[in-house]
């Protein structure tokens, strides 16, 4: 058995940020890393720098929205882009692709802007279309990871105001239960498995002064895995590091490691 490290980061534009990525991976040295929000398309992705740095690159993008990416050891097998069907925005939103073995899913989840638009109705029904998407392709009782910026907030203890945020698309009632419908198919949140307490989150707004500091945050990026993964995971944690970088992505990386 060794150990097997995976990590998210919602980037905020892959080119904008590729100092910030590329030292955090090669300080830390991942055996994944799970990117959304790269905006770029595949033909200006950032491959080469991934290369040099000893890591294999899986991406779908478009110009200046979504993206998602697999940065990997080892070379990722059998990748696939969103969710089936007719080719849309999803493929710019989910790359699912097996490394080292590991099922991996990785997602950008709609944001939904607004409660009372149609951009929130699209979000809720992405969440039904991701449930069947896992129906389809994956089992509960075997390894899966499912990784990203899923645009959730699940519960009071993921953000800094839950009384006063109620209702936000991030963390409002029904997309709660469209998460907590998932969930029971089949997965356990690895990073609150190890990490039960307070005060821990993976995106600080950049509209709001001195946010990290003041431990205005939410957690919408999070780390599932299936029961069989699950029980594999020694530990997960969030790395607030690369959100104090100079002109940083408002995200910092989630990680979980296991035991394979």
């Known amino acids: 058995m060794t150990d097997w490290k995976i990590a998210s980061f919602n980037a905020n534009s892959i080119r904008a940020r590729l100092p910030i990525v590329l030292d955090w991976l090669l300080k830390n040295q991942p055996d994944v890393l799970c990117l959304q929000e790269t905006k770029v398309q595949d033909k200006e992705f950032p491959k080469e720098a991934f290369r040099q740095a000893g890591y294999h690159a899986a ?69 039904d279309r991701l449930l069947a998407f896992f129906k389809k392709n994956y089992s509960p009782e075997r390894p899966l990871v499912w990784i990203g910026d899923v645009n959730v907030a699940p519960d009071d203890i993921d953000v800094h105001d839950p009384k006063g945020l109620r209702g936000h698309v991030d963390f409002h009632p029904e997309v709660q239960k469209k998460l907590q419908k998932i969930m029971a198919w089949g997965f356990i949140d690895v990073f609150r498995k190890h990490q039960p307490g307070p005060g821990q989150y993976s995106f600080w707004d950049y509209r709001v002064k001195a946010a990290l500091d003041r431990g205005i945050g939410w957690r919408v990026d999070h780390i599932m895995a299936t029961p069989p993964m699950a029980a594999l995971s020694k530990d997960a944690w969030i790395d607030p590091e690369p959100r104090r970088a100079p002109k940083p992505s408002d995200h910092t990386p989630i990680v979980a490691e296991f035991r394979i």
């Open 59 to 127: 991406f779908r993008g478009e110009k200046a929205y979504n993206g998602v990416a697999i940065i990997s050891q080892s070379a990722p097998e059998t990748v696939t882009y969103g969710l089936g069907g007719q080719k849309d925005a999803d493929e710019t939103r989910l790359i699912a692709a097996v490394i080292d073995g590991i099922p991996v899913v990785n997602t950008y989840v709609p944001q939904g802007r607004d409660a009372e638009s149609e951009y929130f109705q699209y979000k809720l029904k992405w969440f």
